[in-house]
């Protein structure tokens, strides 16, 4: 059993960027691959970005590519989504997940389906 919690979220300005956490309790992270999905206001989750378990690959939604960027601290057990140039679609609340083995899949590292963990999301708001 994976617990997973993110901080990080807030206010911020049409350009800005923020930094979220997610800190995991209960087993090492570093068996899994991690994941961040976000859902803006009215919409349905989506697929943010990915990374394996050593850091090796990751992997990032069109939406989000050379903006934001996905990086892990397995000592720390914590896993980070740095967030740039943000924009005003940005705006959702951001979760982060783990899944078990990683089959070098885009389509699995990409769908919620196939995540075991979640934590209860962080709420980004582009201001303008």
């Known amino acids: 059993q994976v617990q997973l919690v993110e901080s990080g979220g807030g206010v911020v300005q049409a350009g800005g960027s923020l930094r979220l956490s997610c800190a995991a309790s209960g087993r090492t992270v570093s068996s899994y691959v991690m994941g961040w999905f976000r859902q803006p206001p009215g919409k349905e989750r989506e697929f943010v970005a990915a990374i394996t378990q050593t850091g090796g690959y990751t992997y990032f939604a069109d939406s989000v590519k050379g903006r934001f960027t996905i990086s892990r601290d397995n000592a720390k057990n914590t896993v980070y989504l740095q967030m740039n140039s943000l924009k005003p679609e940005d705006t959702a609340l951001y979760y982060c997940?783990?899944?078990?083995?990683?089959?070098?899949?885009?389509?699995?590292?990409?769908?919620?389906?196939?995540?075991?963990?979640w934590g209860q999301g962080t709420q980004v708001t582009l201001s303008s």
């Open positions: 997940a783990a899944q078990g083995p990683y089959s070098g899949s885009y389509y699995e590292v990409s769908s919620s389906d196939y995540y075991d963990y």
